[in-house]
């Protein structure tokens, strides 16, 4: 959910609620980098929503949902089908998902190729208002623009649970002013996470830059767009594949053998996709993942000696800290985790990795573990960056 939100309270009260003026069809489109990766089309009304989400990655899916609307343009329930688009259309769908919000209770079911999932059905109880959420990134922000008409923002902030299918727990998202034209959005399950959404007098969603968080995307509102053809051009390229997009940022392993040790590294590769890495897409001075998705993992069967630091023979997580003028690679001792999750206590070690620039920039991210002289060399390239730090199998 977005993170970037006084006048915007004055603007959208005194244009009043969006819903009570002709139902009009919104698109928007979602890119990462230059790369679009979603759109939707969604129609506001009294008493409905109604949209359809387009997904790219990993395989193109299409997700209509509707909407029931109480008085105040609040979600009363709410049903989302998803599809693929190179199935059989009077098939059951792939999943399907029923939301109704009671005052403090939620009552969802799932089903997946028409068979009840148990699993993911349920019963949640949350206070307030509600943020119906899919599980998938990029979201709808057909529902974003819904939780802003319905919260008018009379106040500094408004908060709605999200509430998703499966167990888990219930976190919020809060909407907060940012000035005349931008509202944040912001989880309380990952505490880092923030969009900005910028609107119009009528509280329209005219973008939401969500760059701040781990999806790093950017949506624009667009004035028309053919939907349905995207979807067949989606289709028919997932087809020319073998059937599948593929991830946006694919696994990968390297491993080598040197001086006896047998090394392995395992990480996803996220793309340039025509952005600024350093600095902007991985900011200095942050704890990086070293990659995407997951956290990566670095395993060796021997002692190694990085520098004047010994790392012994096991499985560590890799994170980088990268800045203007160097960087640092962290040994974390905890493995399994997500990328998001890295817990400074469990650090093992930290060595200063070189930094050289490349040309030409390199677009996907690679990690290599190559020989040099009588140990090897642990490799990071990605963009006009390379970062290095020598290592020796330690003799016993």
Do not use: C
């Amino acid at each position: 959910m977005s993170t970037r939100i006084a006048s915007v309270a004055f603007i959208i009260l005194a244009a009043g609620p969006l819903s009570a003026q002709a139902p009009a069809t919104a698109y928007i489109i979602t890119r990462l980098g230059t790369d679009t990766v979603a759109v939707e089309r969604y129609t506001r009304s009294n008493d409905k929503l109604e949209g359809d989400l387009v997904l790219r990655y990993p395989r193109v899916r299409t997700i209509h949902y509707v909407a029931d609307l109480g008085p105040r343009g609040e979600i009363k329930a709410m049903t989302a089908a998803a599809r693929r688009p190179n199935t059989d259309p009077t098939a059951a769908p792939v999943m399907r998902i029923v939301m109704q919000f009671g005052d403090t209770l939620a009552v969802i079911t799932v089903e997946r190729n028409g068979t009840a999932d148990t699993s993911a059905s349920g019963r949640k109880g949350y206070h307030g208002g509600v943020a119906p959420t899919l599980g998938v990134e990029p979201t709808s922000y057909g529902v974003y623009e819904q939780l802003l008409s319905s919260s008018k923002l009379g106040g500094d902030s408004a908060a709605f649970a999200l509430i998703a299918p499966g167990p888990g727990p219930t976190p919020s998202i809060i909407l907060r002013r940012r000035g005349a034209d931008s509202v944040a959005f912001r989880s309380t399950f990952f505490p880092g996470w923030i969009e900005v959404a910028q609107v119009d007098s009528r509280g329209r969603i005219n973008g939401v830059d969500s760059r701040a968080t781990t999806i790093k995307t950017v949506a624009q509102r667009v004035p028309s767009l053919d939907v349905d053809n995207v979807v067949k051009g989606w289709a028919a390229t997932e087809v020319a594949r073998g059937g599948q997009m593929g991830q946006m940022s694919p696994p990968d392993t390297v491993r080598a053998s040197i001086g006896g040790a047998n090394l392995a590294v395992a990480y996803s590769r996220p793309l340039k996709r025509g952005r600024v890495i350093f600095g902007n897409v991985v900011p200095w001075n942050q704890v990086w993942r070293t990659g995407a998705n997951a956290a990566t993992v670095f395993s060796t069967d021997k002692d190694l000696v990085f520098g004047s630091t010994a790392v012994p023979a096991g499985k560590y997580t890799l994170w980088t800290l990268p800045t203007p003028t160097g960087a640092q690679l962290i040994f974390n001792s905890e493995t399994g985790q997500w990328g998001t999750d890295y817990h400074a206590d469990k650090d093992f070690a930290r060595v200063a990795l070189t930094a050289k620039q490349v040309s030409p920039a390199i677009d996907q991210f690679v990690i290599g573990v190559v020989p040099q002289g009588s140990g090897g060399v642990l490799r990071f390239s990605w963009d006009d960056k390379e970062y290095a730090v020598p290592f020796t199998v330690k003799q016993r």
